[in-house]
């Protein structure tokens, strides 16, 4: 065990530090879920990987730097202590662009992995259907296998069905999700991955106003909307499995580094500060408590890269991960909105909202965050979801759903 | 950058579980609690042979010479065994607080019997109203008056204080400090007791993290076994996901340990902060274990006969002793709040480096 880090670590804390003091813009973006915040975050991942900074982890090949977890994790702790961004392509970026690593073939990693770094293809989720939510597998979207079957490789998928609550929906390029290629098929079996343009014919976006009134998610309509076979990730009827890894990055390592909720924790401890006289004398505890859980959450994930970098590999462990953040990160955002009072039930255009951000280098809306921070318990899976997974997968239990 | 054990630290670790899975099984225990003196020689003498009593204590007094990093994993083990035993006060307390005391004569005389499993040492340190196994030990390590002194068992009276878990056994001690018993004084003693204290706690907090962990397992296999409604209770939702929390807290608080564990070893400052939250999160985990494996058990885990309170016990016990929640929450409010370090992201390990 040791706990220091390399000089070549150190390096690479302060390149990255030096870099992101450099080019993080003063001001901050508008949200990512509204017309003009999409262009401006997509300029902002432009700048990013113009620097080589937009998906460290990644081979140069591909866009990516080369560069192993812990240094990402590095980076991802100087990205979060800039204040940088949130960003937009973390559907890509985070979640499809390992999946892609991991079961394309060669031309997809070619043809998809540095437009994801780039940010040139923002890409959007399609998991849920109206009537396939927690349950997964009862999606009822059909990919149908058509042309020449002698030459495979001028087939395509003709897309019937609806996908919903499709994050980033209203404003990607791209949606990946699982649709039923076996008619015949039940439940996860005879489910493929397919990465549909959703400029395709016969896709039709129609965006869904979430509890903070943007558009962050949509309803997706295919209406005999043509693929080509070539976007199909991992084999035909093997989607399952290829989404079940995707799921992993999504609740645990990739999307939800520790940095996010250690530099929420250093706000709110900052908020509590500055508003000690006025807080409820019970917030204290819970400020501190806070600050505790991110920390342990930070020592976790180096935990599980150092277990990654000796060869090990994620499996059911990410449902823990899942539900520790987004109970965490409730919790903070819960707690700073009681230091804040009757401020804390201010719009940040209320002429009296100001100082209700921490002092950060610009201002954080804790109503925002919190509004936020509730999906956290649903998405990727919800805690009840997650508990059963660690019910059956880790604990051993009989399955109960 | 390396936050995992050696596979020479691993091997020792599951080498202490597999002897304390034969050696203190529950009817062990049970019969110690019976016992007048509470402690099992043969066990003692037998842990000694494993090197465990005198992991701390250098190669050159006859102990394995290792550090805080180390004996965490092993005292992980005598939580999950239950092991009445005064491991804490003697391996990870005592033993050090002698080495670190740096009296030859005393070290001469006592860390090589510490090693072999000859002597065993009781710490009363200013956190812990009582002393721990006061009463099997044979040298006392006494704090008075901002001093340290030592003096041997028969040269101190006991009174014995019936206390919530029999395996751990709390006494009052009346003695008078002399010149002759005092072993350290003033920033010397200071600095002993400050580290007495850090190693005491994240020796507790080690010990939580095996008990809390052994608690789960109970559970689990009695919601597998204990059947209603035609099937096991372990299938129901509103059980699996208390357990499912249970798991969620142990893993959370495990790193927490282990980097506490670090701190101590290498002796940096902000070690009082990480053993702080280390003794918190480690202790709350094994509380929460306890009341949710008490509830999946049900009825017959509010038996005497069930052996589920062997765990509980010590999970409520160990708690209070150096330090309870507040003191602890106190010393990271103040790091966190008033401190002036820097606690953002990137700076978990600013210390370590």
């Known amino acids: 065990m040791d706990l220091s880090y390399t000089s070549t670590q150190q390096a690479f804390r302060a390149e990255a530090r030096a870099w992101l003091t450099a080019h993080v813009p003063k001001a901050a973006l508008r949200s990512f879920d509204t017309v003009e915040g999409a262009a401006e975050h997509r300029a902002w991942e432009r700048i990013l990987n113009g620097g080589g900074w937009a998906m460290v982890p990644w081979p140069v090949e591909y866009g990516g730097r080369g560069a192993n977890l812990l240094e990402w994790l590095i980076f991802e702790e100087e990205y979060y202590r800039a204040g940088a961004p949130r960003r937009i392509n973390q559907n890509g970026i985070f979640l499809l662009g390992p999946t892609i690593m991991e079961f394309g073939t060669p031309e997809q990693k070619a043809r998809f992995l540095p437009k994801i770094a780039s940010s040139e293809e923002v890409w959007a989720q399609g998991w849920s259907e109206p009537n396939a939510g927690s349950d997964m597998a009862a999606i009822q979207a059909t990919a149908r296998l058509d042309g020449d079957p002698r030459q495979p490789s001028s087939q395509y998928y003709v897309l019937n069905g609806q996908k919903t609550w499709a994050s980033r929906g209203a404003f990607a390029d791209w949606l990946f999700g699982l649709f039923r290629t076996d008619p015949a098929s039940e439940r996860h079996k005879g489910l493929t991955f397919v990465l549909v343009p959703l400029e395709t014919p016969g896709v039709t976006v129609r965006p869904i106003a979430q509890l903070d009134g943007e558009t962050g998610f949509a309803e997706v309509f295919f209406d005999d909307a043509r693929v080509p076979v070539a976007n199909r990730l991992g084999g035909e009827s093997k989607g399952w499995n290829v989404a079940m890894a995707t799921a992993g990055f999504e609740r645990g390592l990739m999307l939800r580094s520790p940095a996010r909720f250690q530099e929420t924790a250093r706000k709110l401890v900052a908020l509590y500060r500055e508003n000690e006289a006025n807080a409820p004398a019970n917030t204290r505890e819970e400020v501190v408590r806070c600050w505790m859980h991110a920390e342990a959450y930070a020592l976790d994930t180096y935990r599980t890269v150092s277990r990654l970098i000796g060869g090990g590999k994620i499996g059911a462990e990410a449902s823990l991960n899942k539900i520790f953040w987004s109970e965490l990160d409730l919790r903070m955002h819960e707690t700073a909105l009681r230091i804040l009072g009757h401020r804390g039930d201010l719009l940040p255009e209320a002429p009296a909202a100001t100082g209700v951000g921490a002092p950060a280098l610009r201002v954080y809306n804790w109503l925002d965050g919190y509004l936020f921070s509730l999906s956290g318990p649903i998405y990727a899976g919800t805690n009840e979801i997650q508990r059963n997974v660690i019910a059956e997968r880790i604990l051993g239990l009989p399955r109960s759903f | ?353």
Not at chain 2, 110 to 122: C, E, F, N, S
């Open chain 2, 1 to 353: 950058m390396r936050f995992a054990f050696s596979d020479d630290q691993l091997l020792l670790q599951s080498t202490v579980r597999d002897f304390l899975k034969k050696e203190c099984t529950p009817e062990i225990v049970r019969a110690l609690w019976a016992s007048e003196s509470g402690h099992g020689a043969v066990l003692w003498s037998k842990l000694a042979e494993l090197g465990v009593p005198g992991a701390l204590v250098p190669d050159a007094h006859g102990g394995m010479g290792l550090d805080e990093r180390d004996l965490v994993l092993l005292l992980e083990e005598t939580g999950r065994a239950a092991l009445p035993a005064p491991i804490v006060a003697t391996a990870a307390v005592g033993a050090p607080l002698l080495r670190d005391a740096g009296s030859g004569a005393l070290n001469d005389a006592w860390l090589p019997r510490v090693a072999a499993g000859d002597a065993i040492l009781a710490v009363g340190h200013p956190a812990n109203p009582f002393v721990t196994d006061a009463g099997v030990a044979d040298l006392l390590l006494l704090a008075h008056g901002g001093e340290l002194h030592a003096l041997e068992r028969s040269a101190a009276t006991l009174t014995h204080q019936p206390a919530n878990d029999p395996a751990r056994r709390l006494y009052s001690v009346a003695w008078t400090p002399s010149a002759a018993t005092r072993i350290a004084s003033g920033d010397v003693a200071r600095r002993l007791l400050d580290a007495a204290l850090d190693r005491g706690a994240l020796a507790i907090a080690a010990q939580a993290i095996g008990v809390a962990e052994q608690l789960l397992e109970i559970a689990v296999a009695y919601a597998m076994q204990r059947e209603q409604f035609g099937r096991p209770i372990g299938s129901f939702q509103a059980l699996q996901h208390k357990l499912a929390d249970v798991k969620v807290k142990l893993e959370y608080a495990r790193p927490v340990v282990y980097k506490a564990a670090h701190s101590v070893a290498i002796g940096i400052a902000t070690r009082v902060v990480d053993v702080s939250h280390a003794k918190l999160a480690a202790t709350e985990a094994a509380g929460f274990a306890a009341r949710v494996a008490l509830q999946v058990h049900g009825a017959i885990g509010y038996t005497w006969e069930q052996d589920l309170h062997l765990w509980m016990r010590r999970a409520w016990s160990l708690e209070r002793e150096f330090g309870d929640a507040t003191f602890h929450l106190d010393r990271v409010s103040a790091f966190v709040l008033e401190g002036g370090a820097a606690i953002g992201p990137g700076d978990t390990f600013q210390a370590h480096d």
